[in-house]
T-cell receptor, first 115, second 112 residues
Framework: DAGVTQTPRHEVAEKGQTIILKCEPVSGHNDLFWYRQTKIQGLELLSYFRSKSLMEDGGAFKDRFKAEMLNSSFSTLKIQPTEPKDSAVYLC?????????????FGEGSRLIVV | GEQVEQRPPHLSVREGDSAVIICTYTDPNSYYFFWYKQEPGAGLQLLMKVFSSTEINEGQGFTVLLNKKDKQLSLNLTAAHPGDSAVYFCAVGVGDNSKLIWGLGTSLVVNP
């Protein structure tokens, strides 16, 4: 079975650019999560979808971050405009729908550097 | 809200030694817990998932202990080997997975 696929693996953007990160969840999974990972803050939830519906949009990240899930097998995270502080690894994860405790399956991440 | 403190942030051991990572959480209603391993350049991989009903959980080369009284979750690697070198994360949950609270990670280095 294919795991979670994220593209691109690496992205270098200039300040003010728009970047789009992509994620394909595990087939059959209905829950999809976007996280930002930094050494200082650890894993921070950006967005959470259940059956393509946005359930959480990460409060503090609303301004310039927008996640979408147009179909059950594809999600995007748009950052517009990028700022140097957005430099981080962006992780996508998926899980079966259900109550808490379902295993999250992570992609390898997209490393973003904003200069 | 729930908080999770993970320690130590860095750990260096020799091959064959044991390594212990501890997460302390605050919400007594927490009922599911994860340990994930992240190797360089890779995503997080599940090491073990435990529920509050089980205090001792055995894995291959490691044991996860849940001390509900002290609200501590520990990962104990016995006889560590270089392949165990990675960053380890705990996560604690009460409610659905969007409410997971993550530790900041422990960078483990196992020297030959």
């Amino acid at each position: 079975d294919a795991g979670v696929t994220q593209t691109p693996r690496h992205e270098v953007a200039e300040k003010g650019q728009t970047i789009i990160l992509k994620c394909e969840p595990v087939s059959g999974h209905n829950d999809l999560f976007w996280y930002r990972q930094t050494k200082i803050q650890g894993l921070e939830l950006l967005s959470y979808f259940r059956s393509k519906s946005l359930m959480e949009d990460g409060g503090a990240f609303k301004d310039r971050f927008k996640a979408e899930m147009l179909n059950s097998s594809f999600s995007t995270l748009k950052i517009q405009p990028t700022e140097p502080k957005d430099s981080a690894v962006y992780l996508c994860a998926s899980s079966l729908e259900g109550q808490g405790g379902n295993t999250l399956y992570f992609g390898e991440g997209s490393r973003l550097i904003v200069v | 809200g729930e908080q999770v403190e993970q320690r130590p942030p860095h750990l260096s051991v020799r091959e064959g030694d044991s390594a212990v990572i501890i997460c302390t959480y605050t919400d007594p209603n927490s009922y599911y817990f994860f340990w994930y391993k992240q190797e360089p350049g890779a995503g997080l991989q599940l090491l073990m998932k435990v529920f509050s009903s089980t205090e001792i959980n055995e894995g291959q080369g490691f044991t996860v202990l849940l001390n509900k009284k002290d609200k501590q979750l520990s990962l104990n690697l016995t006889a560590a080997h270089p392949g165990d070198s990675a960053v380890y994360f705990c996560a604690v949950g009460v409610g659905d997975n969007s409410k997971l609270i993550w530790g900041l990670g422990t960078s483990l280095v196992v020297n030959p």
